[in-house]
């Protein structure tokens, strides 16, 4: 069982940069495919991004292509998201995510039951 801890969210004006940390307990990561999505009040869940379990490949959402970069540290079983330009539609929260023996692509569409996830962490860009 892997436990997924969300933190480094919080209010930020449009334009500003943030970086989201995802700490796993449980079972190394090293085989893990990991990722984020973000899911706004009204909306349905989102992808945001996903790496590889050797960081050989990632993959990213329309929305964020270009401005968001995923990265890992297996040695410290740590998954990142680094947000630049934010922007006021990037008001989520943020969960991050993990499956076994999974591609990039299988992580993009995964169903909530078939994956590990984070408790998620409020991030707010607003004016």
């Known amino acids: 069982q892997v436990q997924l801890v969300e933190s480094g969210g919080g209010l930020l004006q449009p334009g500003e940069s943030l970086s989201l940390s995802c700490v796993a307990s449980g079972d190394r990561l090293s085989g893990y495919t990991m990722g984020w999505f973000r899911q706004a009040p009204g909306k349905e869940r989102e992808f945001v991004a996903a790496?590889?379990?050797?960081?050989?490949?990632?993959l990213y959402g329309d929305a964020v292509k270009g401005r968001f970069t995923i990265s890992r540290d297996n040695t410290h079983n740590t998954v990142y998201l680094h947000m630049n330009s934010l922007r006021p539609e990037d008001t989520a929260v943020y969960y991050c995510?993990?499956?076994?023996?999974?591609?990039?692509?299988?992580?993009?569409?995964?169903?909530?039951?078939?994956?590990?996830w984070g408790q998620g962490t409020q991030v707010t860009v607003s004016s």
């Open positions: 995510v993990g499956k076994l023996y999974a591609t990039t692509q299988m992580l993009r569409s995964v169903s909530p039951a078939d994956a590990y």
């Open positions: 790496m590889s379990w050797n960081g050989a490949s990632t």
